[in-house]
C-alpha cells in the first residue's frame, strides 16, 4: 500500500519487517549454539595479579533479549549473570596495586624492554582470541549485539592490537637514532605516563575499551580497567588471560558503579591518565574530582550529534542506503552514527519516502537471526526516553513516515524516521543514541553551515551531492568545525589508522592506531652539548649498554 507525502511523493506503508507481537521467541527456539547455559558470572576480582572470590554484594545482569518460558504468555527479560558490586574501598585497593606496580617508574612493567612488554601483549592476544565465540555470544546476550556485529568488534580489536604492535615497533625503531641540532646531541624516546585509569562505553564494551587499555600497557603505563555499565560479562572469559598474561599489579580490573568506585579514585589524586568514552557532563565532573587536575593527562570520547547534509545534486540511492546505515548501525547506538539528517527542501520529500521504505525493508529480530539488523536496546529507560522523543516531534507537527515506526514491545523500538523536524523538536536538539532518525529541510547552504557552526558537538559529519566546487567550499567552510568530514559516506571512526577525534564538547585527544601511543606516553630526551667528552660519554653508555633508556637497540 502507498500514500501520499504532502508534495505528493509515495510513502510506503507496507508491513514492515516485524510484528509487535510474538517479537519475542520461546526459550526452546533459541538456536541451541547460542543458548544461554544456566548464565555467566563473575564472581571473581583482579587486583595484584589475583584472581580472588568477591565477598561483597553483586549486581544482576539482565539481558535486553525477552524469553518466552514454555507455557507462559509474557516473555521475561533474561537474567543472564552477575558481577562483583565493589566499593570505594576495594577500588582503591586495586589504584594501590596499579601505583605500586609503577613505582614511580621504576617497577617492573614500565622497565621491560619494548620488546618484553610486546611479548606480555602477544600471550594476551593468544590467550584472548582463544575465547572468541565466549566473548562474542555474551556481547549478544548483554547488549543485543547482532552476532555478525560481534564477530566484527572482536575481530576488528584483535586486529587492533595486532597493529598497534606493528606500529610501535616503527616508533621503536624512529626513537632509536641520535639527531645533532644546534649543537646538542639528543635522543628523545616515548615514555609512559604513569597510573592510567580506563574507561569504557557499553555500545563498543571490548573495541572502544581495548583501544585505550591496550595501548596504555604496551607503552609501560600500569592500569585501573573499569567494564562499561552494559557488557562486562564478556570481560569475564578474559579475566584469566589478564591474569596470565601480565605482571602481578599492571592490570587491574574493578567492577560497580562508576559513582562508588570512580570518584574515590579521582579524588585520591594518584590517577595519572584517564581515558574515558562517555558523556562530557560525566568527564568533566569526574575531571574536577581530581586534586591536581593539571597533572591528569586524559583521552575522552565524548557526546556526538553528527549530521549528513544532503544536496540538492546528491545520488539518492547512495544517500539513502548510507543514511540509514549510519543512523541505524546497532540501532544507532554509536557514537559515530548519523543523528539527524538535514535535507535540501527540494529532494527531502523523495528522500523521506526512500528512507522510510528502506527501514521497512531492515529485518528485526534476535542478534543470532540471519541478516537482522534491528534488536533490542540493552538501556533501562530508553525505550520510554525514545517514545519521548517522538511524541514531543508529533505534537510539534512531524510525522513517523515508516511503517510501525516509533512503536515498541518490552525492550525492542522500531526506529522511527521523524519528518519535518525543526529546531523546538528535541529530536532535533538531544543526541538520541538509538533508532530514531530525524529529518530537517533546508532551502540555502547557510542554514546548514550556522547548524554546524552553532553546535556544541564537533565528531564528525557526511556531506551528500556532486558538484565538486560546492562541496570544495563546503569542505572548507566546515573543515574547522569537526574531526573528519565524509563524502557521500556515513559517519565512521574505522579504519582504526585513520585519527578519531573531534572538536568541542565531543573528544579531547587523538586516537588511532599510532596516535594512542602516542597519547598513553611522554616524550623524553637524553640531550647533551655536543663536545667530546660528552659524545665520549654516550657512546661508552650506549656501547657498554648502561642505560635501558639511552640504547640504539630496535626491533625489526
Ligand atoms: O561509538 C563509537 C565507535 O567508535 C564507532 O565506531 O564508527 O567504526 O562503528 P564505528
Same mark, same amino acid.
Given at each position: 500500500m502507498q500514500k501520499k507525502t504532502k508534495s505528493g511523493s509515495e510513502i510506503s506503508t507496507e508491513s514492515a519487517n516485524w510484528s509487535a507481537n510474538d517479537f519475542f521467541p520461546d526459550i526452546e527456539s533459541v538456536p541451541e549454539k547460542f543458548r544461554q547455559k544456566g548464565g555467566v558470572s563473575i564472581t571473581e576480582t583482579l587486583v595484584n595479579g589475583q584472581l580472588k572470590p568477591w565477598p561483597g554484594p553483586f549486581a544482576e545482569v539482565r539481558s535486553p533479549i525477552c524469553l518466552r518460558a514454555t507455557g507462559t504468555e509474557e516473555p521475561q527479560p533474561l537474567v543472564i549473570g552477575r558481577t562483583p558490586l565493589m566499593d570505594g574501598h576495594a577500588a582503591l585497593e586495586a589504584l594501590d596495586s596499579a601505583v605500586e606496580a609503577y613505582g614511580q617508574g621504576r617497577g617492573t612493567w614500565p622497565s621491560l624492554s619494548v620488546a618484553q612488554r610486546i611479548e606480555h601483549v602477544e600471550q594476551f592476544l593468544v590467550e584472548m582470541r582463544s575465547h572468541r565465540e565466549a566473548v562474542v555470544e555474551l556481547l549478544m546476550w548483554e547488549i543485543g549485539k547482532t552476532y555478525a556485529d560481534a564477530c566484527k568488534e572482536f575481530d576488528r580489536t584483535a586486529d587492533y592490537i595486532q597493529d598497534t604492535i606493528h606500529e610501535l615497533k616503527v616508533l621503536d625503531r624512529r626513537s632509536s637514532r641520535f639527531e645533532t641540532v644546534g649543537g646538542v646531541v639528543a635522543q628523545t624516546r616515548r615514555l609512559p605516563v604513569g597510573v592510567a585509569l580506563c574507561m569504557g562505553p557499553y555500545n563498543y564494551p571490548l573495541n572502544e575499551t581495548f583501544t585505550t587499555l591496550i595501548p596504555a600497557l604496551i607503552m609501560g603505563n600500569t592500569v585501573v580497567f573499569k567494564p562499561a555499565?552494559?557488557?562486562? &560479562? &564478556?570481560i569475564g572469559p578474559l579475566l584469566e588471560a589478564f591474569q596470565k598474561a601480565f605482571p602481578a599489579g599492571v592490570i587491574n580490573i574493578i567492577f560497580g558503579r562508576g559513582r562508588d568506585t570512580i570518584g574515590p579514585l579521582m579524588k585520591s589524586g594518584k590517577v595519572d591518565m584517564f581515558a574515558f568514552i562517555g558523556t562530557h557532563s560525566g568527564a568533566s565532573a569526574l575531571k574536577q574530582m581530581h586534586p591536581k587536575p593539571h597533572r591528569l593527562k586524559a583521552v575522552l570520547g565524548l557526546d556526538a550529534n553528527n549530521p549528513a547534509i544532503v544536496l540538492a545534486d546528491a545520488d539518492l540511492d547512495l544517500a539513502v542506503s548510507e543514511c540509514v546505515a549510519g543512523a541505524l548501525s546497532f540501532n544507532g547506538q554509536r557514537c559515530t552514527a548519523l543523528k539527524l539528517l538535514l535535507v535540501h527542501e527540494s529532494l527531502a520529500d523523495e528522500f523521506v519516502a526512500r528512507v522510510s521504505k528502506a527501514v521497512d525493508n531492515l529485518v528485526a529480530g534476535m542478534p543470532w537471526q540471519p541478516n537482522v539488523s534491528l534488536t533490542p536496546l540493552p538501556e533501562p529507560g530508553k525505550i520510554d526516553y525514545l517514545k519521548a522523543l517522538v511524541s514531543d516531534a508529533e505534537a510539534l507537527g512531524a510525522r513517523v513516515t515508516n511503517t510501525g515506526g516509533g512503536q515498541a514491545n518490552g525492550t525492542y523500538f522500531h526506529p522511527a524516521v521523524l519528518y519535518p523536524v525543526t529546531t523546538k523538536m528535541r529530536a532535533y536538539q538531544e543526541e538520541q543514541f538509538g533508532p530514531v532518525i530525524p529529518v530537517v529541510t533546508f532551502s540555502d547552504e547557510s542554514e546548514v553551515i550556522r547548524h554546524v557552526r552553532e553546535s556544541e558537538f564537533g565528531q564528525q559529519l557526511s556531506i551528500f551531492g556532486s558538484d565538486p566546487a560546492a562541496i570544495g567550499g563546503l569542505i572548507d567552510v566546515l573543515a574547522n568545525q569537526v574531526g573528519r568530514i565524509n563524502l557521500n559516506s556515513q559517519c565512521q571512526r574505522g579504519p582504526d589508522t585513520l585519527p578519531f577525534n573531534g572538536r568541542k564538547n565531543s573528544a579531547e585527544g587523538t586516537l588511532s592506531v599510532s596516535d594512542a601511543l602516542r597519547v598513553f606516553s611522554i616524550r623524553t630526551t637524553i640531550a647533551a652539548k655536543s663536545s667530546e667528552s660528552n659524545r665520549d660519554l654516550v657512546t661508552s653508555i650506549v656501547r657498554e649498554r648502561h642505560s635501558r633508556t639511552l640504547t640504539t637497540d630496535y626491533l625489526f
Open positions: 555499565k552494559y557488557g562486562v &560479562l &564478556l
